[in-house]
């Protein structure tokens, strides 16, 4: 530059901009959003930001369309982080009805210290703990006027603040998200029932997470801190999220309690053995051993199964 042109004009490497890490989310968001399909974008998108924010974990999830269910549809962990995206599908709205009145509100809510959390938000507090989370920030996801889903980070090694400008950083990403996932027709506005045909429950099977239709599944029984799914091949799974969760996520029309530790899918029932008045049994298709049913339990036997 001449000295006679100082101070006319100047040019800037992107370099010397010298901005603050996330002050490129929204510009990185939009272009993996433009040159890439719409769910590489976001996980990408969750890649970059979670490693730029120093967060655990980097994820979106998305709500039913009625607003009743929740579905962890991307996310992204640091090396040695434990990954909860199998786990949080068709999880009721109430486990986190504590954020879900601020989300409403269009309120991004930074949770700094997760057992600072008031007593209206206990469920959600002991969610957060079982995932291990140490803070958490959750910026809601809106298009035409109607919240979609939550994007967010969780903090598991040491708690985090996150300032303001990381918090409007990621709201235009959600924004962007928003706009191009929801936009175009590609989302129907009106509410629709949960339909059990189309749901894929996620389980980790040896380390695999797999995706079972709920047919597949024989029934459920608890055990202690876990629950022991039981699969139509004869196979079990100890999964970490309790019966009454499981109660929940089942499709009502065919899973049923038979006892206050057990839940059984009348496809699967094979036989009722109610010789002893005092102790019925069912003998299900896969599940080992026979499955007491309680009195409490025995009249919704009779109606799903004609007796």
């Known amino acids: 530059m001449r000295d006679e042109d100082a101070g006319k004009y100047r040019t800037h490497t992107t ?66 982080t434990k990954p909860f995206v199998s786990e949080l599908q068709y999880v009721p709205t109430t486990l986190i009805a ?3 009145r601020h989300l409403m509100q269009g309120h991004a809510v930074a949770v700094h210290d997760v057992h600072g959390l008031p007593r209206t938000a206990r469920a959600l507090q002991a969610e957060f703990v079982r995932q291990g989370n140490k803070s958490v920030l959750s910026v809601p996801v809106f298009h035409g006027g109607t919240l979609r889903g939550i994007m967010g980070f969780d903090a598991t090694r040491r708690k985090r603040i996150w300032s303001g400008s990381e918090v409007a950083a ?9 706009q191009a996932k929801y936009s175009a027709g590609r989302h129907k506005n009106e509410a629709v029932a949960y339909d059990s045909a189309g749901t894929v429950l996620y389980l980790d099977i040896r380390g695999v997470v797999r995706g079972v239709q709920p ?16 699969l139509a091949d004869g196979s079990m799974v100890l999964d970490s999220r309790s019966l009454g969760v499981w109660c929940t996520l089942l499709p009502s029309h065919i899973f049923f309690k038979i006892h206050r530790t057990a839940i059984a899918n009348v496809l699967h029932i094979v036989d009722v053995d109610r010789r002893n008045a005092a102790r019925w049994q069912v003998t299900m298709r896969s599940a080992q051993d026979s499955w007491p049913v309680s009195r409490a339990h025995r009249q919704a036997l009779r109606e799903r199964m004609g007796l």
């Open 15 to 80: 370099a010397s901009l010298g901005r603050g890490r996330w002050a490129d989310w929204p510009y990185h968001c939009a272009m993996h959003l433009l040159s890439h399909p719409i769910d590489d974008a976001i996980s990408q998108l969750l890649a970059l930001v979670g490693e730029t924010s120093g967060a655990d974990r980097a994820w979106v999830i998305e709500y039913q369309p009625d607003l009743l269910r929740l579905c962890n549809t991307h996310e992204w962990c640091r090396q040695n």
């Open 98 to 100: 504590w954020l879900h």
């Open 215 to 230: 047919d597949a599944i024989a029934g459920v029984r608890s055990a202690g801190n876990y629950s022991e799914i039981w």
């Open 170 to 178: 990621l709201r235009q990403c959600a924004d962007l998200i928003g």
